[in-house]
Antibody, heavy 118, light 108 residues
Framework: EVQLVQSGAEVKKPGESLKISCKGS????????IAWVRQMPGKGLEWMGM????????RYSPSFQGQVTISADKSISTAYVQWSSLKASDTAMYYC???????????WGQGTLVTVSS | EIVLTQSPGTLSLSPGERATLSCRAS???????LAWYQQKPGQAPRLLIY???NRATGIPDRISGSGSGTDFTLTISRLEPEDFAVYYC?????????FGQGTRLEIK
């Protein structure tokens, strides 16, 4: 069974750093792109970027380029997104999702809620 | 960047009725790389349709997608209670991948 399990909710202060994770199981993790999607409170879905764990090829949305870093460790089947200096506007639910052979997101993690507040 | 505009913003219907949701793109979506997702409160999105008209695994045949170019439609022929949710279209033919702003389907 394909599963993506994300790390737990985080509460941080502005300016702090953060790295959240997404662990895949039940499939060949190295062979599928993993995307990250942001959902701000009460809002829609935004594609942040994606990574191919097999060779760490990474693509970013222009809106998120330079704002976050997406990475992966294929040896432990885990993808990450990190921030070096959080802002209140980073408060959101963050989902990881697997991109399948048809290039759509067929499996999703449960989401990680990030709250940034002073 | 391709902008996707969904209409209506909210659709109020009763179980058993037919729902028609629209997604219009600011430019042509290549190879009909258009998907639809359903999201219920407190849950992650779920893939319904890919390639504009192909149902994902386990999706009932009362849910269908159609369209090409810049105009796409999601149709639910007979609404069941579990269909009331928010629906998003997404294009994956060009980068950045983009989502529509969503249509909320609510019980009338």
């Amino acid at each position: 069974e394909v599963q993506l399990v994300q790390s737990g909710a985080e509460v941080k202060k502005p300016g702090e750093s953060l790295k959240i994770s997404c662990k895949g199981s039940g499939y060949s993790f190295s062979s599928y792109w993993i995307a990250w999607v942001r959902q701000m409170p009460g809002k829609g879905l935004e594609w942040m970027g994606m990574i191919y764990p097999g060779d760490s090829d990474t693509r970013y949305s222009p809106s998120f380029q330079g704002q976050v870093t997406i990475s992966a460790d294929k040896s432990i089947s885990t993808a990450y997104v990190q921030w070096s200096s959080l802002k209140a506007s980073d408060t959101a639910m963050y989902y990881c999702a697997r991109r399948d052979g048809y290039k759509v997101f067929d499996f999703w993690g449960q989401g990680t809620l990030v709250t940034v507040s002073s | 960047e391709i902008v996707l505009t969904q209409s209506p913003g909210t659709l109020s219907l009763s179980p058993g009725e037919r729902a028609t949701l629209s997604c219009r793109a600011s430019e042509s979506v290549s190879s009909s790389y258009l998907a639809w997702y359903q999201q219920k409160p407190g849950q992650a999105p779920r893939l319904l349709i890919y390639g504009a008209s192909n149902r994902a695994t386990g999706i009932p045949d009362r849910i269908s997608g159609s369209g090409s170019g810049t105009d796409f439609t999601l149709t639910i022929s007979r609404l069941e209670p579990e269909d009331f949710a928010v629906y998003y279209c997404q294009q994956y033919g060009s980068s950045p991948r983009t989502f529509g702003q969503g249509t909320r389907l609510e019980i009338k």
